[in-house]
DNA sequence: TTTTGAGTTGTTCGA
DNA sequence: GTCGAACAACTCAAA
């Protein structure tokens, strides 16, 4: 009697149901991660992504040595890796928890019969959701489409039912099936290795994840209302890829924040901390709609969408992707990305904004880029929040929100301590010309030691006009 | 069935 | 400088 235990993207030990499940079940368990790029098909990790899913598996499989049991690690179609290895260990049980995607909703589906026909225990579970995009419905049992609502059904059920503690020890088997090597995949890069800013500010791992949660929930939670706008403070989370990659589930967040602000104030939802869980209904909320309308990261939800007439502008696309646009606060927002592998929320919205409005450029260009430079690309959250912006979403943006990037700027980062940081050739700028070097005098650019054109950039566009352009362009689409 | 109220994140313009 | 209206109409969810 043994049980494979797939981690399919539920890098951690605790709140594990999948895990539990199977020490309840007894025997030796073989720990197993599929490197599934095939499967994934055109949204297989990004470059991003990969970096990051090399240190959390290599954490992963500590914790799992210092209890007793070697991760085993495979490359190729996860339907076939894993009847290999029910061959090569004669287990008699499949346990792992539930993914969403189109594309692995289908594969649980094929691999679950296929391996009952076989005469083999196949049991999946939910680890990733506070509820499954099944199990929210309107009265009418449809899936919702606003988000408000949305978020009252969400909170009206909570989270009660304790997380289940990571296991001390965890049996293995007598002989452990081989594993690839970790290195073999090359999920970092080398030549150039530009992962040095990611290093310097991430932790993969269920270790750092909690980290991040403990530090969060003592502090910055009970003013993330007030300060989770401003990217030049450290008012965010910043869970982002550790909840992708399942090294922490919102199950844990929930319960977390919310007793942490039990105990401090006697109330466990204080409007920080609704605020906080309203974003990560929101996680929920994109990953419902990836269910229940899976063309969601491919085609506009939308319909008089598709016939959007969206620029064709590779230079302009390029300045974007490297932050030189000459609007400070997109060019940070842009450098931060590429830099880290994360950007502060507000800071996406404005960039998405600049991106589709501005530049007036496919939200799925965006989508692409985002999807090979964050370490926290996400399927559902990365479509669902792109066709937002675009306002071709489930519950959209209206079309004549456009964001202006000097106000957004002057607005959110007023001591401009974000743009300095990662635009520092325009640092010496005074705030209030900061965000908006263009409108500096020449005596004042030449006391910044600034030459526009040449140290920073003119606007690649200027922004009354391309706004103008842009409500023109939405307002046609929706005479038909 | 019909009605009613509401809908994450903004900007500009004119009084 | 401040403030409210306009920007658009439509769809969703629930009573």
Redesign the pocket.
């Known amino acids: 009697m043994l049980t494979l235990l797939w981690f399919s993207r539920d890098l951690r030990l605790t709140d594990n149901p999948a895990l539990a499940a199977a020490i309840v079940r007894g025997g030796p368990i073989v720990p197993v991660f599929v490197l599934d790029d095939v499967d994934a098909g055109e949204w297989a990790p990004g470059g991003a992504s990969r970096w990051w899913l090399h240190g959390s598996l290599r954490a992963l499989d500590d914790s799992l040595r210092q209890r007793g049991v070697a991760l085993v690690l495979r490359r190729g179609p996860a339907e076939i890796e894993i009847n290999q290895l029910l061959d090569q260990t004669g287990a008699d049980a499949v346990y792992w928890n539930r993914r969403y995607e189109p594309w692995a909703t289908a594969r649980g589906e094929r691999l679950k019969t296929a391996l009952r026909n076989r005469g083999i225990e196949a049991r999946s579970f939910n680890s990733a959701l506070i509820r499954e995009p099944w199990t929210v419905t309107?009265?009418?049992g449809?899936?919702?489409?606003?988000?408000?609502?949305?978020?009252?059904?969400l909170r009206a059920t909570g989270v009660s039912e304790p997380a289940a503690a990571a296991p001390k020890q965890i049996p293995g088997p007598a002989t452990a099936p081989e594993s690839e090597p970790l290195s073999s995949w090359a999920l970092r890069p080398t030549a150039p290795d530009w992962a040095g800013g990611m290093q310097a500010m991430w932790m993969p791992g269920e270790a750092g994840a909690q980290a991040r949660l403990d530090d969060f929930a003592a502090g910055a939670a009970s003013d993330y209302r007030d300060t989770r706008?401003m990217p030049g403070v450290a008012g965010t989370s910043r869970l982002s890829p550790h909840l992708h990659f399942g090294e922490i589930g919102p199950r844990q967040i929930w319960r977390s924040i919310t007793a942490q602000a039990l105990a401090r104030t006697g109330n466990p939802m204080p409007s920080g901390v609704e605020t906080y869980l309203?974003?990560i209904a929101?996680r929920e909320?994109s990953y419902h709609l990836l269910f229940h309308f899976p063309t969601l990261p491919e085609a506009p939800l939308r319909p008089e969408f598709a016939r959007f007439p969206w620029a064709d502008d590779a230079k302009g696309l390029a300045a974007w992707q490297r932050g030189l646009t000459g609007y400070p606060i997109v060019d940070a927002g842009m450098r931060e990305l590429w830099s880290t592998g994360w950007m502060h929320?507000?800071v996406r919205?404005i960039v998405a904004s600049f991106l589709i409005k501005d530049l007036l450029l496919d939200w799925r260009a965006g989508e692409t880029w985002f999807w090979d430079t964050l370490v926290d690309a996400d399927l559902a959250s990365n479509a669902a929040?792109w066709q937002?912006?675009a306002g071709c979403g489930?519950?959209a943006?209206?079309?004549?929100?456009?964001?202006?990037?000097s106000?957004?700027g002057a607005?959110f980062d007023p001591k401009g301590d974000y743009v300095r940081r990662w635009v520092p050739e325009i640092g010496k700028l005074p705030n209030s010309l900061l965000h908006s070097p263009w409108e500096a005098r020449p005596i004042e650019l030449a006391d910044a030691g600034i030459h526009l054109g040449r140290t920073y950039l003119a606007p690649i566009v200027e922004?009354?006009g391309a706004?103008q352009r842009a409500?023109e362009a939405f307002?046609r689409i929706?005479k038909g």
């Open positions: 309107t009265q009418k449809e899936p919702y489409r606003v988000f408000t609502p949305f978020w009252k059904a706008n309203s974003e929101w909320f929320n507000r919205m929040s937002w912006v489930a519950d943006a209206p079309y004549f929100r456009v964001f202006n990037p106000l957004q607005k922004h009354g706004r409500l307002k929706k």
